[in-house]
């Protein structure tokens, strides 16, 4: 009854299954950076006039749902369902952008790898013939994250060169049935990878595991060589994470360093901007793919991508217990043709 | 092309897709109620040999996830995607419990509406042909849960008659194509509503509003009335909860009032057990499913079943921000036999 399953962990999808439309929001860095022109909206403060960074972390998904469906020229009542997520303790900056819409909603946490659990589950409910529109929708905020994750804002504490700057927004995709692509035509959903890693500050290092390891079991399950892709686009590794993967991805005799890049290494200029390693959040790769990317496949400069967002599993209850970090990827493969 | 969806917000399954198997593990409180008896492991202590709540509540499913395996008769590698979630920031718990398994890994979160939305999710992706077993585990812990949602419990303050009691513990189930049943033929994920509840001393009244707007839809997607099913069990709405979802469907002049029964007020004798309105908590669902609702289906004493967990989507994020309680409810049919 499998006949979509591919190999040992993958799923091909053969109906055609289109990425219709995309929203973004980010907050002031981001519109400082060299993807600056590619956002819909950029807000000029952290807080995006609300009264806290977690009141604007929520409003940024409300902001990002409305534009998606206005663009879309849809009413909430014909999306499907909502499958959302980010990292503000329970998914609470996601129930509370969708908690007005009216709209079936399914939570889901992936860490920052949140998004590619989306697309790779709205897919697989289109596909399967459940729906015919999920919209998919992550956010993260900087000033909520480091609090939650790093240290307070307020200590003004130098971060270290191997930390990540967390992406202050939200990226809304709309999925459907049929259309003119860009096409999700697989997914990789990945393992659990904790290499031991502890240190909340190197996450790049923590998820690279993960990375190559849902990496690895793609090509082999659809029998792939780097090169199909025109492109292998990582969440959040930085470019710590993004060194550490190409590394351990040769270790077995793979090369994916001519395809690789990192909506990471994408969104800031590391040297102009202080980001260090570069950025990360659940909204890194949703914003940097609805932004960016998405317009450069509907340009058609580039066909086909395998795209992974990465998490890091952790949590402040796990980092009180003492514990690593596990680390977990999705890989969506989008085409902007089917074969 | 989406011919398996049904109604405005449902799903249909036209596959045979069975619950197998199922485990359970509970903490002492549930093993001091009346459906003790139907448990597979029950805990004397709250901390199971670990040294910390948290790190109960994660051995609780390494516990039960080995456990299912076993009573299955299966190997980590025969399973093809675990889909699991709990109350522990970000779900914490999942996370480590399932961090060795070397199993491709969806967290998700719905609160205490997660084993559902697990359940769902499973259903829909071994239908639409993409795998062939899938493990469902959700867990809670009823020091964990207060500390993070009410009082620590060191304050020995006095719990609201209105109060519900987190079960400690951990639910898993194997879903699998084919089989012999119980089956599960439906689904109807819910929608998030929120009537500006704001007492966590109170999720019964939170939650009722989400559960009675799904069972609603759901019975007019389905084109059923309440009599079809042998059982209506909501998750966790309490005797609170309960007394409010019969009102509200009865405004709508749907009376569930013989069908209904809720896994909180099966779960614990409130009066002799002190829990006051009954059990809550992802687990306390999955458990009493696991444990007493799955026999009772293998044993033909009941045959179909709408079942309903309902989740309180809070965290301390969104209680520090003055915010109220959104709900949500889904609801997965469940029948002996199939048509």
Known sequence: MSQNKIGAQSFIFRNPISITETACIVGPKEGEGPLAGYFDIVEKEWMANEK????AESAY????????????????????????G????????????????NVPYLGIFGACSTFGEGLGLSATLIDGGFIEKAVTSVSSHYCTAEKTFRLPL???????????????????????????????TGFTPGKIVDMGMKNPSNMGA???PAAADTILNHLSDFCRTPDYYDMIV???LGSVGSELLIELCKCKNVDISKQHNDCGV???????QDTHAGGSGCACSAVTFSGYLYKQMKNREI?????VPTGALMSTVSNQQGESIPAVAHAVVIESARE
């Open 52 to 55: 806290t960074w977690e009141k």
């Open 86 to 101: 980010d990292l503000l303790n329970q998914s609470t900056s996601s129930t509370f952008g969708a908690r007005d819409s």
């Open 154 to 184: 307020e200590l003004g504490t130098q971060r270290a060169m191997t930390a990540s700057w967390t992406v202050s927004g939200n990226g809304s995709v709309l999925i459907t049935s049929g259309g003119n692509g860009p096409f999700i």
């Open 234 to 236: 990582t969440g959040d």
């Open 303 to 307: 066909d086909r991508i395998l795209f």
């Open 61 to 84: 998904m409300k902001t990002c749902l409305d534009l998606l469906l206005s663009k879309a020229a849809l009413q909430p009542s014909d999306i499907d369902v909502i499958i959302a």
């Open 206 to 208: 923590a998820m690279a």
């Open 266 to 272: 994408l969104i800031f200029d590391a040297n102009k």
